[in-house]
């Protein structure tokens, strides 16, 4: 009996050893398929020419894309649309979200693939081992927000107040809102393996406490008391969208749902987004950099949001992400409402506006590195790396027509380029 780990040394009359795909085309005595003829005629050293190939639409294609991607020009090839129409964010009755125009700040194409073409990912639940983050962010969300809703429907005098600590009552009646959302979620196949799950399952379970006694210690500093969860807005239940003007006029109408809003006793407003991964992605974030090129848009739009709710349009608000595991620590990343934050959120809007109907697409990878997760689906959609992506990119960056993408671009972290 021979292995396949023994065939490369076995030299036998029935057996023929085939260097590679190329090799077999190049000596086959008779080519498969036209396919097959075609690249043999290729890399034959007699020289025989194209032939028939060089009227072949799909070969001529096929030429011009490598050519162009090869070159230093931004051409269709790499993304560039210009020329065509594509529907603006800021067209009369589009409504967006902020992580929309967050996703072509971040990669153009991958916007491009999305929600222009409506291209999705798939995934194999076959291939899941734990459960996802997105769906965990889902849970952790879900939950939150059905226990704050409970509380905010408790007489005024019964809900906490900054000096009152959540209770051991609340903290069971937190965990076992959790242990019901994630029942539902198991019996759907989202929590992965059974033994990964139980493992999570725990530490949820343990960040959840966690954070109520953090909670707790937050709002009796900040002297807060919960306002609103998952306050929705440009949606079809009455609360209007947020509307940002542009200099020249046009308008971006934003819907979404803010996880949490607190009240102060000065009357401020706390918008809390609740983010369940790590910090690393927000590290740039701050008050002078409150979208971190564009790819952070999210605080400033919800603060917006809740003064319009609150009827409070000169309230003073501050926004941040609340990474709620220990894991991270429970750490913030604060971003306060601002003139001067206003004024880089709208002129990063600019940006973002003209650069879609503009028909600007390409793709803008992280420099190459190894990680275990494909960070843009676009840019690395066989998971083996960007490495000729990020070498299109720093060919094509200095395009004029990408000058005012490029200077967004940098201010998003040195892996950005």
């Known amino acids: 009996m021979i292995t396949a780990d023994e065939l490369d040394a076995v030299d036998a009359p029935w057996l023929e050893h085939v260097a590679s795909f190329a090799g077999g085309v190049r000596m086959s005595t008779f080519p498969a398929t036209e396919q097959e003829h075609n690249l043999r005629r290729l890399t034959d050293p007699a020289g025989v020419g194209l032939g028939p190939l060089a009227v072949d639409p799909a070969f001529r294609r096929g030429q011009a894309l490598i050519r162009a991607r090869r070159s230093s020009a931004f051409t269709v090839y790499d993304g560039n649309l210009t020329g065509h129409t594509v529907r603006s964010p800021a067209a009369a009755g589009a409504l967006v979200s902020p992580t929309r125009l967050e996703r072509w700040a971040g990669c153009p ?74 029942a539902q979620f198991a ?54 969208p947020v509307a940002v003007e542009l200099p020249d006029g046009r308008t971006v109408r934003f819907r979404g749902s803010v996880d949490r809003v607190d009240r102060t006793d000065q009357g401020g407003l706390i918008v809390t987004d609740y983010k369940t991964g790590g910090t690393s992605a927000y590290t740039g974030l701050s008050e002078s950099e409150p979208t971190v090129g564009g790819t952070r848009l999210q605080l400033p739009v919800y603060s917006l949001a809740a003064r319009a709710v609150a009827g409070a349009p000169d309230a003073g608000v501050t926004a941040e992400y609340w990474f709620v595991t220990n894991k991270a620590n429970f750490h913030t990343r604060i971003v306060p409402l601002t003139p001067q934050v206003h004024a880089t959120v709208v002129a990063d809007l600019t940006t973002i506006v003209d650069g879609i109907e503009g028909g600007l697409f390409p793709a803008h990878p992280r420099r190459p590195t190894w990680q275990l997760w494909i960070d843009c689906p676009a840019c690395d959609p066989d998971g083996v790396g960007t490495a000729e992506r990020w070498h299109e990119w720093t060919r094509k960056k200095d395009a004029p027509i990408l000058g005012p993408y490029v200077a967004l671009a940098g201010r998003q972290g040195t892996d950005r380029g």
């Open 187 to 240: 019996a759907r196949g989202l929590t992965g393996r059974d033994l990964f799950w139980r493992q999570d399952r725990r530490t949820a379970r343990r960040d959840l406490r966690q954070l109520l006694h953090r909670d707790s210690e937050r709002r009796r500093q900040r002297r807060a008391r919960p306002y609103a969860t998952e306050l929705r807005f440009g949606f079809d239940d009455g609360v209007p």
């Open 109 to 182: 194409l991958r916007y491009f693939f999305e929600y222009v073409l409506r291209v999705a990912q798939v995934e194999n639940p076959e291939d899941v081992l734990r459960m996802s983050p997105l769906h965990k962010g889902s849970l952790l969300h879900t939950t939150l927000d059905r226990f704050l809703a409970e509380v905010l429907d408790r007489p005024e005098p019964d809900q906490p107040g900054p000096d009152d600590a959540w209770t051991e009552h609340d903290i069971e009646r937190l965990l076992a809102i959790f242990d019901e959302e994630a």
